[in-house]
C-alpha cells in the first residue's frame, strides 16, 4: 500500500513538473491575463450629422469636458490646384495671420491667445485645413476669428517681403536635410514637371521671391468656399449653437467669391517617369526612400492592404512589424524604419522610409528587399493577423477633443461615411488570412531614392515609363 | 505588504476670476519599498497613459561610459529571463498604442496609452522589466550600432546640430554630465558593455528609485493601487543612496561665445544665453513665475520681443525662449532668434539685450502681466482633456520636487502677483546673468562675424 502510494506521488510530481515545464516553454511568458478582443472594443463615438444646407453635413461628438476642436478641412484646396505657383500656399499661410477686418496683427494675436483659441491654416497637397482647439466657452468667437481670417485678412506689404525671405531661408535650408531631398527625388522620379505633385526646391525658391501682394491675394480669392468645406466639431458644445456658428461663417464664406476646384479621378498605378534618383549630400546619414504600389483607402481591398502594410511595416505597429523587427532590431541597420500609405487624390501608394549611416545603406536596401519579398511570396501567418486584429481593438486613437476630430477628419476625408462609423473596425476584424495574403502581392519595390554621401548602386530601371 | 499614504492631495478650487474649473485631481501613494504611485483621473473615457519612470539620467552616468543610461533604455526593449525580446514587443504591440520611453539628463521614463482593461498586462511587463532584464550580449552588440546611428541621425546628419551642440553643452557646463549630450560621444557609446550595464541596471532600476504615474479613465485609485502592489509591492528596494552629482560652482563674469559657420547652414541663428543658480526656481511658485516672465518676453505672439522685432522693426524671422531646468545645477533660459540674412549679428544682439533691459524697467506692465498669467492659468484647462499631457506635466514637476503643489497648480499660479513676479523679472534678467551666446551662421559670413565680435 505505501509502495503504491509512494508510485503515485512519484507519478503526480513528474507529471506536475512536466506540466509546470510545459506551460513556460509554450507560454513564452504569455501573460496570464489577455483580453477578449470584444473586451477591448473602442469606444463608439455617436456621430451626430448636422444638415446646414452646404454640401456636406456637420459631424459632431460630443464630450463632458469643457473643451471644443473642430476642423474644416476644404477638399480639393491644396497645393495641387497651385502647381503654376509654387510656394504660393505656403506664404499665404504665413501672412494669412497678418491682421484680418478690424484687427491689426498685434490685435489679431492678442484676441487669439487671450481667448487660449489654438487656431492653424494648413495647406496640404490636396486640401486646405483649418483646425482649432479651444475652451466651450470661446467656440463661438473661436468661429468669428476664423470667419474674418478666411475672408479679410488683411496681407500687409511690408510683412510680405520678411514672410517671403523667411521661406526662402527655410528652402535653402532643407537643401541640407537628406530627408527632403530623398522626397524631392521622389517626386522626380514619379511625376513629369507639370504634373500637380512635382515639386523642386530651386524652383520654389525662384518663383516665391517674385511673389507680390497680388499675387497672394488671387490666390487667397480662390480659397475657401463653402462646398469644399468638411466640417467636424468633437467637444461640449450644443448642437444649435454649433449649426448657429457655422451657418454664419459659411454664409460669409458664401458671400466671397471663390472658385471651386473640380475633384479629381484617382489613379493607383504608380508609374516611374525616370530612372531612381541620388541626391548627393555630405552628411554621415544617408536617407533612403522605396516606394511600392498601393490601393486606395475608397476600394474594398483597402482594409486587407492596411492590414498587410501593418504587419509589414506600418508605423501603428512599430513593435510587432516585419521591417523593424529584422532591419533594426536583428541586423541593428537603422534607428528606425517605416511604411507609410500615401493616399492622395490623384495618387496612392506606400513608401518606406530609413536613415542609415553611409556604409550600410548598401546592407539596409538588400534587408529590405529581403523582407519584402518574402512577405509578397509567403504573406502572413494567422498568428500575425490575430495579433494585428488585438492592435487595432487596443489601439487608443482619440485622446483629447483635438485628438478625436483630426481621427474623424481623416476617415471622412478617405470618404467613410457617419453610418459606417460604428462598424468601421469589423472590416478588418472580418479579415482572412487569405484575404490580407492576396493584398500582400501588390507590396513590390518600385524604386529607391536615396540622398546623403552613399550611392544607390541597386537602381531599378526597369519600371521606367 | 501594507502601503504607507504619502501625501493625498485633491484640488478643489476653482479660479472663480475665469469662470473655469481647473483643479487637478491627483492621488499619491508610497509603497514600503520605496515605489511611488501618483494616479491622476481624468474624465476622458476608455484611455489610460501609463508611465514608469526611473530616477536617473545621463547625469549619473560614469564618466566614461555616458550615455549609458540611454543605452539601457533601449535594452529594457530587448526581453527578460522570462519573456524573449520578440515576446515582449509583441504584447506592447498588441495592448499598447504610442508606446515609447525617452531618458533624459535626470530620468529615464517607458510609457504607453492603454485601454484602461490592459492596466495589469503593462505591469506585469514592467515589474518583470525591474527585476529580470536580460542583457544578452549579442543585443548588446547590435544595440550598440543603432544608438551610433541615432547619435548619427540627431546630432551629426544636420549641419545644424553637429559639433555646435556638444560645444555648446560643454561650455554651459564644467563639472557635471550635464556637459555632454544625454546619447553619449562615439567614444562613450563604442564603450558600453555587458557588464557595466548590469551593474547601472542593477543600482538603478529599482522601486525606491521609481515613479509610476497613471492618468486617464480611473474610477477608483484605491483598486489602481493595489493593482500596482500586486506586481510591485514585493520587489525589494535596492537603489538606496545614489551618488552625489558635481555641481558647477558660479560662473560670474564670464561670458563665452560660440561661432558655428558651416557651408550647410542657410539662416543665422542667435541664442543668447542667461544661466542662475536653481535655487531660483525652487519652489513651483517661482517655477510660474518663470514661466510668466518668458512667455511676456518671448513666449508668442504677443510678446514684447516677438512684437518688437518681428513684428514691429522686422529684424528678425522669429523668436522665442526656453527654460531648461535640470534637477540640480543651474537653470537655462535660451532666447533664440532667426535674424534676418542682411542684418549684422553683433547690432542685433545689441538691440535685444536693450530690450530685455527695457523689459524689466518699462515694458513688463502689470496690464501684460495680468494676460499672461490669465492665460497660463487657462491653459491648465487643457490638461483635462489630454491625459497624456497631464501626464508628463506632472511628471515635470514631481521629479523638480513640486509633487505637493502639483494639483494646485492653478490656484498657485492665479496668486501670483505683478510686483512679486517684476522683482523676480529683475533679478533673473540682470545682465550679470548673461554668460553665454551661440552663433549658427552660413560660412561666408564668418570673417565679418569675427571682426564684428
Known amino acids: 500500500?505505501?509502495?503504491?502510494?509512494?508510485?503515485?506521488?512519484?507519478?503526480?510530481?513528474?507529471?506536475?513538473?512536466?506540466?509546470?515545464?510545459?506551460?513556460?516553454?509554450?507560454?513564452?511568458?504569455?501573460?496570464?491575463?489577455?483580453?477578449?478582443?470584444?473586451?477591448?472594443?473602442?469606444?463608439?463615438?455617436?456621430?451626430?450629422?448636422?444638415?446646414?444646407?452646404?454640401?456636406?453635413?456637420?459631424?459632431?461628438?460630443?464630450?463632458?469636458?469643457?473643451?471644443?476642436?473642430?476642423?474644416?478641412?476644404?477638399?480639393?484646396?491644396?497645393?495641387?490646384?497651385?502647381?503654376?505657383?509654387?510656394?504660393?500656399?505656403?506664404?499665404?499661410?504665413?501672412?494669412?495671420?497678418?491682421?484680418?477686418?478690424?484687427?491689426?496683427?498685434?490685435?489679431?494675436?492678442?484676441?487669439?491667445?487671450?481667448?487660449?483659441?489654438?487656431?492653424?491654416?494648413?495647406?496640404?497637397?490636396?486640401?486646405?485645413?483649418?483646425?482649432?482647439?479651444?475652451?466651450?466657452?470661446?467656440?463661438?468667437?473661436?468661429?468669428?476669428?476664423?470667419g474674418k481670417i478666411l475672408t479679410k485678412a488683411h496681407f500687409k506689404p511690408q510683412k510680405i517681403d520678411l514672410h517671403k525671405q523667411e521661406i526662402i531661408a527655410e528652402l535653402r535650408q532643407s537643401k541640407f536635410e537628406s530627408d527632403t531631398l530623398a522626397a524631392e527625388c521622389l517626386s522626380h522620379v514619379l511625376y513629369q514637371k507639370n504634373h500637380p505633385y512635382y515639386f523642386s526646391i530651386d524652383e520654389t525658391i525662384k518663383a516665391v521671391s517674385g511673389y507680390s501682394r497680388f499675387d497672394i491675394e488671387q490666390g487667397y480669392s480662390k480659397l475657401f468656399t463653402a462646398n469644399n468645406a468638411e466640417i467636424t466639431v468633437v467637444g461640449n458644445v450644443s448642437n444649435d449653437v454649433v449649426k448657429k456658428g457655422f451657418a454664419i461663417l459659411l454664409q460669409l464664406l458664401e458671400s466671397s467669391k471663390r472658385n471651386n476646384f473640380a475633384a479629381v479621378v484617382q489613379s493607383t498605378n504608380v508609374k516611374l517617369t525616370h530612372a531612381p534618383q541620388h541626391a548627393y549630400l555630405d552628411s554621415p546619414q544617408t536617407t533612403v526612400m522605396f516606394v511600392m504600389p498601393a490601393v486606395a483607402s475608397n476600394s474594398k481591398d483597402y482594409f486587407a492592404y492596411k492590414m498587410a502594410e501593418l504587419v509589414l511595416g506600418d508605423?501603428?505597429?512599430?513593435?510587432?512589424?516585419?521591417?523593424?523587427?529584422?532591419?533594426?532590431?536583428?541586423?541593428?541597420?537603422?534607428?528606425?524604419?517605416?511604411?507609410?500609405?500615401?493616399?492622395?487624390?490623384?495618387?496612392?501608394?506606400?513608401?518606406?522610409?530609413?536613415?542609415?549611416?553611409?556604409?550600410?545603406?548598401?546592407?539596409?536596401?538588400?534587408?529590405?528587399?529581403?523582407?519584402?519579398?518574402?512577405?509578397?511570396?509567403?504573406?502572413?501567418?494567422?498568428?500575425?493577423?490575430?495579433?494585428?486584429?488585438?492592435?487595432?481593438?487596443?489601439?487608443?486613437?482619440?485622446?483629447?477633443?483635438?485628438?478625436?476630430?483630426?481621427?474623424?477628419?481623416?476617415?471622412?476625408?478617405?470618404?467613410?461615411?457617419?453610418?459606417?462609423?460604428?462598424?468601421?473596425?469589423?472590416?478588418?476584424?472580418?479579415?482572412?488570412?487569405?484575404?490580407?495574403?492576396?493584398?500582400?502581392?501588390?507590396?513590390?519595390?518600385?524604386?529607391?531614392?536615396?540622398?546623403?554621401?552613399?550611392?544607390?548602386?541597386?537602381?531599378?530601371?526597369?519600371?521606367?515609363? | 505588504m501594507k502601503s504607507r499614504k504619502g501625501i493625498f492631495s485633491t484640488a478643489t478650487a476653482a479660479i472663480s476670476m475665469l469662470g473655469v474649473h481647473a483643479n487637478i485631481q491627483m492621488h499619491v501613494e508610497k509603497l514600503d519599498n520605496g515605489l511611488t504611485i501618483v494616479i491622476l483621473p481624468t474624465k476622458t473615457k476608455g484611455i489610460m497613459q501609463f508611465a514608469i519612470v526611473y530616477l536617473v539620467g545621463s547625469s549619473y552616468d560614469d564618466q566614461n561610459v555616458i550615455g549609458i543610461s540611454h543605452f539601457l533604455e533601449h535594452m529594457m526593449f530587448k526581453g527578460t529571463i522570462k519573456l524573449s525580446a520578440i515576446a515582449l514587443n509583441k504584447l506592447l504591440n498588441k495592448y499598447t498604442s504610442e508606446v515609447n520611453a525617452f531618458t533624459s539628463e535626470d530620468i529615464t521614463v517607458f510609457y504607453c496609452k492603454i485601454n484602461p482593461i490592459v492596466l495589469p498586462i503593462i505591469l506585469r511587463i514592467e515589474a518583470d522589466r525591474m527585476q529580470n532584464l536580460k542583457l544578452d550580449e549579442s543585443e548588446v552588440k547590435s544595440e550598440r550600432d543603432v544608438v551610433a546611428d541615432e547619435r548619427n541621425m540627431r546630432f551629426d546628419a544636420s549641419a545644424q546640430t553637429r559639433y555646435i551642440f556638444d560645444a555648446c553643452l560643454s561650455s554651459l557646463f564644467l563639472q557635471s554630465n550635464y556637459r555632454t549630450s544625454v546619447i553619449g560621444l562615439p567614444a562613450h557609446i563604442a564603450n558600453f558593455d555587458r557588464n557595466k550595464l548590469l551593474e547601472h541596471y542593477q543600482k538603478y532600476y529599482a522601486p525606491d528609485n521609481a515613479i509610476i504615474v497613471i492618468s486617464g479613465d480611473i474610477s477608483d485609485c484605491e483598486s489602481v493601487v493595489k493593482e500596482v502592489k500586486k506586481y510591485f509591492g514585493k520587489i525589494k528596494k535596492r537603489c538606496g543612496e545614489k551618488p552625489e552629482r558635481p555641481v558647477d560652482p558660479p560662473k560670474t563674469g564670464i561670458r563665452h561665445f560660440i561661432d558655428h559657420t558651416s557651408p550647410q547652414l542657410a539662416t543665422k541663428q542667435l541664442s543668447i544665453?542667461?544661466?542662475?543658480?536653481?535655487?531660483?526656481?525652487?519652489?513651483?511658485?517661482?517655477?510660474?513665475?518663470?514661466?510668466?516672465?518668458?512667455?511676456?518676453?518671448?513666449?508668442?505672439?504677443?510678446?514684447?520681443?516677438?512684437?518688437?522685432?518681428?513684428?514691429?522693426?522686422?529684424?528678425?524671422?522669429?523668436?522665442?525662449?526656453?527654460?531648461?531646468?535640470?534637477?540640480?545645477?543651474?537653470?537655462?533660459?535660451?532666447?533664440?532668434?532667426?535674424?534676418?540674412?542682411?542684418?549684422?549679428?553683433?547690432?542685433?544682439?545689441?538691440?535685444?539685450?536693450?530690450?530685455?533691459?527695457?523689459?524689466?524697467?518699462?515694458?513688463?506692465?502689470?496690464?501684460?502681466?495680468?494676460?499672461?498669467?490669465?492665460?497660463?492659468?487657462?491653459?491648465?484647462?487643457?490638461?483635462?482633456?489630454?491625459?497624456?499631457?497631464?501626464?508628463?506635466?506632472?511628471?515635470?514637476?514631481?521629479?523638480?520636487?513640486?509633487?505637493?503643489?502639483?494639483?494646485?497648480?492653478?490656484?498657485?499660479?492665479?496668486?501670483?502677483?505683478?510686483?512679486?513676479?517684476?522683482?523676480?523679472?529683475?533679478?533673473?534678467?540682470?545682465?550679470?546673468?548673461?554668460?553665454?551666446?551661440?552663433?549658427?551662421?552660413?560660412?561666408?559670413?564668418?570673417?565679418?562675424?569675427?571682426?564684428?565680435?
Open chain 1, 315 to 465: 508605423a501603428a505597429s512599430t513593435f510587432g512589424n516585419r521591417l523593424f523587427g529584422y532591419v533594426r532590431e536583428v541586423l541593428g541597420l537603422c534607428y528606425g524604419i517605416w511604411t507609410q500609405h500615401k493616399d492622395n487624390d490623384l495618387l496612392t501608394m506606400t513608401t518606406c522610409v530609413a536613415r542609415t549611416s553611409t556604409e550600410n545603406v548598401e546592407k539596409l536596401i538588400n534587408a529590405v528587399q529581403h523582407t519584402v519579398e518574402k512577405f509578397q511570396k509567403n504573406g502572413i501567418t494567422s498568428k500575425e493577423l490575430k495579433e494585428m486584429k488585438t492592435m487595432l481593438s487596443s489601439h487608443v486613437a482619440c485622446e483629447s477633443a483635438l485628438d478625436t476630430v483630426v481621427y474623424l477628419a481623416g476617415l471622412r476625408n478617405r470618404g467613410v461615411q457617419a453610418f459606417e462609423l460604428s462598424k468601421y473596425m469589423d472590416n478588418f476584424y472580418r479579415l482572412t488570412v487569405n484575404d490580407v495574403n492576396k493584398a500582400a502581392k501588390k507590396f513590390e519595390i518600385l524604386a529607391i531614392v536615396t540622398a546623403g554621401k552613399a550611392r544607390n548602386d541597386k537602381a531599378l530601371h526597369d519600371n521606367v515609363v
Open chain 1, 1 to 146: 500500500m505505501i509502495e503504491v502510494i509512494m508510485k503515485f506521488i512519484v507519478v503526480a510530481g513528474v507529471i506536475s513538473a512536466v506540466c509546470v515545464f510545459a506551460y513556460f516553454y509554450l507560454s513564452n511568458g504569455k501573460s496570464s491575463f489577455e483580453p477578449k478582443e470584444t473586451e477591448l472594443a473602442q469606444i463608439d463615438l455617436q456621430v451626430q450629422e448636422i444638415d446646414i444646407g452646404v454640401k456636406n453635413k456637420i459631424w459632431k461628438v460630443n464630450r463632458e469636458i469643457n473643451t471644443v476642436a473642430f476642423t474644416i478641412v476644404f477638399k480639393n484646396e491644396g497645393a495641387r490646384n497651385f502647381r503654376n505657383t509654387p510656394g504660393l500656399l505656403k506664404l499665404i499661410e504665413k501672412s494669412i495671420f497678418d491682421g484680418a477686418a478690424e484687427y491689426d496683427a498685434n490685435k489679431l494675436a492678442e484676441v487669439i491667445i487671450d481667448n487660449n483659441i489654438s487656431l492653424n491654416i494648413s495647406f496640404g497637397i490636396d486640401n486646405a485645413v483649418v483646425k482649432c482647439y479651444t475652451t466651450s466657452d470661446k467656440f463661438e468667437f473661436a468661429l468669428e476669428i476664423v
Open chain 2, 273 to 453: 544665453v542667461y544661466t542662475f543658480s536653481r535655487k531660483n526656481i525652487d519652489t513651483l511658485r517661482r517655477l510660474m513665475m518663470a514661466k510668466i516672465v518668458v512667455q511676456a518676453l518671448c513666449g508668442n505672439r504677443r510678446s514684447v520681443l516677438y512684437k518688437k522685432f518681428v513684428d514691429g522693426e522686422q529684424k528678425l524671422y522669429s523668436i522665442h525662449g526656453m527654460l531648461d531646468i535640470k534637477e540640480i545645477d543651474k537653470i537655462i533660459f535660451y532666447i533664440e532668434a532667426i535674424i534676418h540674412n542682411e542684418l549684422n549679428r553683433k547690432d542685433v544682439e545689441t538691440q535685444i539685450y536693450v530690450a530685455v533691459d527695457r523689459f524689466i524697467t518699462n515694458d513688463f506692465t502689470e496690464d501684460l502681466f495680468n494676460k499672461v498669467k490669465s492665460e497660463i492659468v487657462r491653459s491648465i484647462t487643457f490638461l483635462h482633456d489630454n491625459p497624456s499631457a497631464l501626464l508628463f506635466n506632472a511628471i515635470e514637476h514631481i521629479v523638480l520636487g513640486y509633487e505637493k503643489d502639483f494639483a494646485n497648480i492653478a490656484e498657485i499660479t492665479d496668486s501670483i502677483t505683478y510686483e512679486e513676479t517684476l522683482q523676480y523679472a529683475k533679478s533673473i534678467l540682470s545682465s550679470k546673468h548673461r554668460t553665454h551666446v551661440f552663433y549658427s551662421h552660413p560660412e561666408e559670413k564668418a570673417k565679418q562675424s569675427r571682426q564684428a565680435r
